[in-house]
Structure formats: C-alpha cells, structure tokens
T-cell receptor, first 116, second 110 residues
Framework: GAVVSQHPSWVICKSGTSVKIECRSLDFQATTMFWYRQFPKQSLMLMATSNEGSKATYEQGVEKDKFLINHASLTLSTLTVTSAHPEDSSFYIC????????????FGNGTRLTVT | LAKTTQPISMDSYEGQEVNITCSHNNIATNDYITWYQQFPSQGPRFIIQGYKTKVTNEVASLFIPADRKSSTLSLPRVSLSDTAVYYCLVGDLGDYKLSFGAGTTVTVRA
C-alpha cells in the first residue's frame, strides 16, 4: 500500500531558528502533497497544498514566508518553519494521494515541533 | 467542500459493535466518503472509503444510504486498542483538498 514517511518524528528547537520537515512518498509518486497542523485536542487544519515543480498554495491565514514549502521531486516535499517561535509548536502532518483513480489520502506519522 | 457533522464522543466496551454516523447533507455528485482513525501523536490512518451502498474490509464496514447524505462507519467487536479519534471526510478524489471536522473520540472500556 501507499506509504508516506515523515522525518523527523519530533524536533526541539530554539526560538528564532528554522526547522525543516521532510515528507516522502515511499512507494509511489505524488504530484500533490498536503501539509496540516494540529494543536492539542484539536482537529487537523490544512496549511497548504504542495505541488511538484510549482509554488505551493497556502490556506487563508497561513504565512507563506514563514512556512516555506518545496516540492522538488515527485516523492519529496519539505516544510521549513522559519524563525520559529513558541506559538509555532505543534504537530505537523503531511499527506499524499496514492496512485490510482480512487486512491485515498495517505498520511505521514507527523512531526512534533517544540520551540523553546 | 461538503461539511460533515459527527458526534463528539462515543463510549463503548470491548467486544461491542460501534457505529459512528456522519452527516454530509451537501455532498456533491463526485464526492467520496472516507474514514480515518487517529491515535495521539500519530498521523491519521485510512480505514475505509466508499461512494454508495455498502463497503466492507477487514477492519470495518461503511454503510451509505441511497441519498448519500449520511454514512455510518461500523467497527465490529471493538477492543481497547480501537480507542481513537475517527474522522469522516467527504470530497472529490480528483481535488482532495479535504477539510477535517472535529472527529469522534471513541473510548473503549474493558
């Protein structure tokens, strides 16, 4: 089945630094990936749609200069949280649709970001 | 995007069947219904997907009435490890910019 791998699974960084999170589709190609953020006891909130070879599409209220997305290949999308602050601490999850006409979204296991 | 409504929480006991109903009154013709399970600090895991009538796999069944304005996820004989949040998502597979609702927290007790 379609597997989406996220790395790292957790990261702690200091305020003001940048953190990169990788999302890989291991056994399929994904022209589109999605990035979500989830705060404790809340649902997933879509941040942006990552498109291979073109600019990401950001949801309203998500700062594109703060959350840099790069989708340089058909199997890798990266999310960089720039100049992180404690309020950016959250659980970040990526997803990609498997190949095949009716394939559902498959999710990575998430990255817990803690900014101190 | 079709808006979904699910119960906030459900309690059950081991061995019982759990049925979670999701309302999606404005579902579009091209929309599919997909259910996910999420454990704490993990990404959502695909459970089942359907378009109409009934779909069954090794872990669950999905019942969709003819008008498709609701769907019911059925988990047979739950165990403690089924305690999780369950999300119902409705969307066009060609688009797949899905929005997550609040989900249903299912708690299974011994």
């Amino acid at each position: 089945g379609a597997v989406v791998s996220q790395h790292p699974s957790w990261v702690i960084c200091k305020s003001g630094t940048s953190v990169k999170i990788e999302c890989r589709s291991l056994d399929f190609q994904a022209t589109t990936m999605f990035w979500y953020r989830q705060f404790p006891k809340q649902s997933l909130m879509l941040m942006a749609t990552s498109n291979e070879g073109s600019k990401a599409t950001y949801e309203q209220g998500v700062e594109k200069d703060k959350f840099l997305i790069n989708h340089a290949s058909l199997t890798l999308s990266t999310l960089t949280v720039t100049s992180a602050h404690p309020e950016d601490s959250s659980f970040y999850i990526c997803s990609a649709r498997g190949q095949g006409g009716n394939s559902p979204l498959h999710f990575g296991n998430g990255t817990r970001l803690t900014v101190t | 995007l079709a808006k979904t409504t699910q119960p906030i929480s459900m309690d059950s006991y081991e061995g019982q069947e759990v049925n979670i109903t999701c309302s999606h009154n404005n579902i579009a013709t091209n929309d599919y219904i997909t259910w996910y399970q999420q454990f704490p600090s993990q990404g959502p895991r695909f459970i089942i997907q359907g378009y109409k009538t009934k779909v069954t796999n090794e872990v669950a069944s999905l019942f969709i009435p003819a008008d498709r304005k609701s769907s019911t996820l059925s988990l047979p004989r739950v165990s403690l490890s089924d305690t999780a949040v369950y999300y119902c998502l409705v969307g066009d597979l060609g688009d797949y910019k899905l929005s997550f609702g609040a989900g249903t927290t299912v708690t299974v007790r011994a």
